[in-house]
């Protein structure tokens, strides 16, 4: 069922909403201090493509500079691909064929406002939410 409504996705919204992300990161990639914003656009454009059977999670390890990076992006665009998430996914939900499509945007809205810091899993992936050992 997932791989149907990722084709869907793909067809109808991802691939625009990848190629936004992609452009993105291009464009954060000119500047050497802005590349970790372009990783992420990268990273945030896979998701994009195919969001149905994956999910985000917190990295454990992540600090104070995904946390100044994360306000610094959403002070420069990630409130702008939120807003675009939030009308598209309000847009999507009016019917009752575009719902699914319209949660999946909404679950993009997390993400595009703090990618750093944040990794995507597969939702069967039974290792991704279990804590580091510590020896």
């Known amino acids: 069922m997932r791989t ?5 996705w793909l067809v109808l919204a991802g691939f625009w909403l990848a190629l936004g992300y992609v452009a ?6 000119i500047l050497i201090i802005t590349i970790p914003f ?7 454009a896979g998701y994009a493509l195919w969001p149905f059977g994956r ?13 100044i990076g994360n306000v610094i992006w959403i002070v420069l ?3 702008w691909l939120a807003l675009g998430h939030l ?3 309000a847009l999507l939900c009016l019917t009752i064929i575009g719902i699914p499509f319209g ?9 595009s406002l703090t ?17 580091p050992r510590t020896a």
């Open 24 to 29: 993105a990161g291009i464009i954060c990639c």
């Open 77 to 79: 665009v990630g409130w």
């Open 4 to 8: 149907l409504l990722n084709v869907l």
């Open 38 to 44: 372009g990783i992420a656009s990268f990273r945030i």
């Open 115 to 131: 990618p750093l810091g944040h990794e995507i899993v597969d939702t069967g992936d039974s290792t991704a939410f279990q804590p």
């Open 55 to 67: 999910s985000m999670v917190r990295k454990p390890g992540a600090g104070t500079a995904s946390l």
């Open 103 to 111: 949660i999946a945007n909404f679950k993009l809205i997390p993400i």
């Open 87 to 89: 009308v598209t996914g």
